[in-house]
């Protein structure tokens, strides 16, 4: 195309600089090639939580997801050698990561190995099912039978008189805000603390309820349901 008898010249301008047609079109498909790959890999530092993966092996340069066979995810960690270490199967429980690492390794990574990871840096197996067991029972949610709540303490003959026909269950107590609450039951299930509720009222006790807790500190129950 001319215009006035002068040559019309393309131009492509990158990162706010002109550049040749050729250089450009080169760079935008690295960028694109770039981006593709980096959909595919993930970074292990940016895992906060406690986390579990299969760790495939150590290569010395960058690798990307089509250079693994059968895999559907793909992690790495680059070391302070420059090396790369990649990882797959991501998850949070060590039971569930030795299942996957099962698979893995028919697959043909017969090197494969469970590793964890917590806060982006790697820790001790170890370690990490001691805290996996912590973070559990501190996250878990309880249901419990409330029998009762008081702003004082019971004493051992006022539980007797109240509660003798409840002689079949133990006595929990949790403070909440100025009260002692009292309750029967244990329970991750809520269809069993159901069945718990069914039995205290039919001993007598037909103002109990439902509660739930975690980490011994009342919640509300549609939450701990849902």
Do not use: W
Not at 11 to 40: C, M, P, Q, W
Not at 72 to 91: A, N, P, V
Not at 98 to 110: A, E, H, P, V, W
């Amino acid at each position: 195309m001319k215009s006035k008898g002068y040559p019309v010249k393309l131009v492509k301008f990158l990162d706010g600089k002109r550049t040749d047609v050729e250089y450009s079109n080169n760079a935008l498909s690295s960028n694109t090639h770039k981006s593709n790959i980096n959909n595919h890999i993930v970074d292990v530092s940016t895992s906060k939580e406690l986390t579990y993966f299969i760790q495939i092996g150590t290569y010395s340069s960058q690798k990307n997801i089509k250079d693994f066979n059968d895999l559907q995810s793909l992690y790495f960690q680059k070391l302070d050698d420059g090396k790369f270490r990649y990882f797959t199967e991501k998850t949070f429980d060590y039971a569930d990561a030795q299942k996957k690492l099962q698979n893995i390794k028919s697959k043909g990574y017969t090197d494969a190995m469970v590793v964890a990871f917590y806060k982006g840096k790697q820790i001790k197996l170890e370690d990490a099912q001691n805290l996996e067991k912590t973070l559990k029972e501190t996250q878990t949610v309880y249901f419990r039978v409330q029998v009762g709540a008081f702003s004082s303490k019971l004493t051992d003959e006022q539980i007797k008189q109240k509660y003798a026909k409840l002689k079949d269950f133990k006595l929990n107590t949790h403070n909440k805000k100025d009260l002692i609450v009292y309750s029967v039951g244990n329970t991750t299930s809520y269809d069993e603390a159901k069945n718990t509720l069914e039995k205290v009222k039919s001993l007598g006790y037909t103002d109990a309820f439902i509660i739930a807790l975690r980490n011994n500190v009342q919640i509300p129950l549609d939450k701990a349901i849902k």
